[in-house]
């Protein structure tokens, strides 16, 4: 089965600092694509980054960044200069193709501002 | 303005009763997607369509119907089948294209409450 643990169920950060969220995943797919949501009190799913599994890069979006290690399937999230609109709940999103072909969601992970 | 549109933001339903969510975009997209989320859990997939008059299951579709018209149109049933239909439900949208990621865009989602 093709998993995804997000073991952080709440994080705190202070206004101006970094935090990182932390992401494991479970495939034995060689080609796929990785995700970040951000859902916001409004629920509203918006997309934060996304990063390719055969990039070895790792993907930066203005103050957010990730840390990809595809050997040990470790995928966190660092949100720089962090801003009371960053309090939300965070979801890490693995995309398989071929059979699976579907978005499979973490647990998720509530992030606290705090001014 | 693009996008997608889902109604009733909130809807109440007696056990028993069928009720019909509705989801509508106007992006053009092929594909369509309903999401059920639960308290501490992440986003689950229950049916999707990828043209219309098709759909495929998910992996928690008992208890759901769905019908895929109209290109803009994917609704979703919750029959009196489903055990526990008290959730967060989600539709999404995106560029259907076999084996690789397109961006799913989410609507602001319906409260279903069953009473």
């Known amino acids: 089965a093709q998993t995804v643990t997000q073991s952080q169920p709440e994080m705190s950060v202070q206004e101006a600092e970094t935090v990182t969220l932390s992401c494991t995943y479970d495939?034995?797919?060689?080609?796929?694509?990785l995700f970040w949501y951000k859902q916001p009190p409004s629920r509203q799913m918006i997309l934060v980054i996304r990063?390719?599994?055969?990039?070895?890069q790792n993907a930066t979006e203005n103050r957010f960044s990730v840390n990809f290690q595809k050997a040990a399937k470790s995928f966190s999230l660092k949100i720089s200069d962090s801003q009371l609109g960053d309090a939300a709940m965070y979801f890490c999103?693995?995309?398989?193709?071929?059979?699976?072909?579907?978005?499979?969601f973490g647990t998720g992970t509530l992030l606290a501002v705090q001014p | 303005d693009g996008g997608i549109t889902q109604s009733p933001k909130y809807l109440f339903r007696k056990e028993g009763q069928n009720v019909t969510l509705s989801c509508e975009q106007n992006l053009n997209h092929d594909a369509m997607y309903w999401y059920r989320q639960d308290p501490g859990q992440g986003l689950r997939l229950i049916y999707y369509?990828?043209?219309?008059?098709?759909?495929q299951k998910g992996d928690i579709a008992e208890g759901y119907s769905v019908s895929r018209e109209k290109k803009e149109s994917f609704p979703l049933t919750v029959t009196s089948a489903q055990k526990n239909p008290t959730a967060f439900y989600l539709c999404?949208?995106?560029?259907?294209?076999?084996?690789?990621?397109?961006?799913?865009?989410f609507g602001p989602g319906t409260r279903l409450t069953v009473l």
């Open positions: 999404a949208s995106s560029i259907w294209a076999s084996g690789t990621y397109n961006e799913q865009f």
């Open positions: 495939t034995s797919e060689s080609d796929y694509y």
């Open positions: 369509s990828q043209i219309v008059n098709d759909f």
């Open positions: 999103a693995p995309f398989y193709g071929g059979a699976t072909n579907k978005l499979i």
């Open positions: 990063q390719e599994a055969y990039k070895q």
